[in-house]
């Protein structure tokens, strides 16, 4: 029963790969995102879908291309990884106005 | 530019005893904050939230603090216990989907 989930758990590749994460929700929420925390434990945001629309795009390299096949699921791909994209990428969803509920997390390390 | 801060970043409080965390603002159009707690190896929980329109809102343990002229808001655990102990990330948004979080405080009950 798992509200927001996310795959894989860790990733661990090369730089120059291209690499993806999934997320689904099962909250019936219309909107998603996906939140970036960096080694300082900041946590941006970087895009947010809303029934499969785009609403959000911080400035992300455009390597970062997220998709929402509906409104259930957003995934996030990755071209030409760089080291600099080593982080913790959270996925998220909400209603309007109301809490974010975050999935576990998906640590990216680039070697 | 981090329009939502936590300047304490770790705090440490006997169990039993209040904790107080705290976060200011700068952006005025922020009308609705939230409360987070984060396990490592996890995603941020919401804890509690609290509307423009009010200066209060309580649940349990956990109260939240808003105080608008100041652009300050904090979180009061009564009594703090030990599994409190997790970094608390309070987060800001202004009627939009995009909700932004300062950078949390790590907070530990010691027993």
């Known amino acids: 029963d798992t509200a927001v989930s996310q795959t894989p758990k860790y990733l661990v590749t090369q730089m120059g790969n291209d690499k993806s994460i999934k997320c689904e929700q099962n909250l019936g929420h219309d909107t998603m995102y996906w939140y970036k925390q960096d080694s300082k434990k900041f946590l941006k945001i970087m895009f947010s879908?809303?029934?499969?629309?785009?609403?959000i795009n911080e400035t992300v390299p455009n390597r970062f291309s997220p998709k929402s096949p509906d409104k259930a699921h957003l995934n996030l791909h990755i071209n030409s990884l760089e080291l600099g994209d080593s982080a913790v990428y959270f996925c998220a969803s909400s209603l309007y106005n109301s809490p974010l509920h975050f999935g576990n997390g998906t640590r990216l390390t680039v070697t | 530019d981090q329009q939502v801060k936590q300047n304490s970043p770790s705090l440490s409080v006997q169990e039993g005893r209040i904790s107080i965390l705290n976060c200011d603002y700068t952006n005025s159009m922020f009308d609705y904050f939230l409360w987070y707690k984060k396990y490592p190896a996890e995603g941020p929980t919401f804890l509690i939230s609290i509307s423009s329109i009010k200066d209060k809102n309580e649940d349990g343990r956990f109260t939240v603090f808003l105080n608008k002229s100041a652009k300050h808001l904090s979180l009061h655990i009564v009594p703090s216990q030990p599994g409190d102990s997790a970094v608390y990330f309070c987060?800001?948004?202004?009627?939009?989907?995009?909700?932004?979080f300062g950078t949390g405080t790590r907070l530990k009950v010691l027993a």
């Open positions: 879908y809303n029934n499969k629309e785009l609403i």
């Open positions: 987060a800001a948004s202004s009627g939009t989907y995009k909700y932004i």
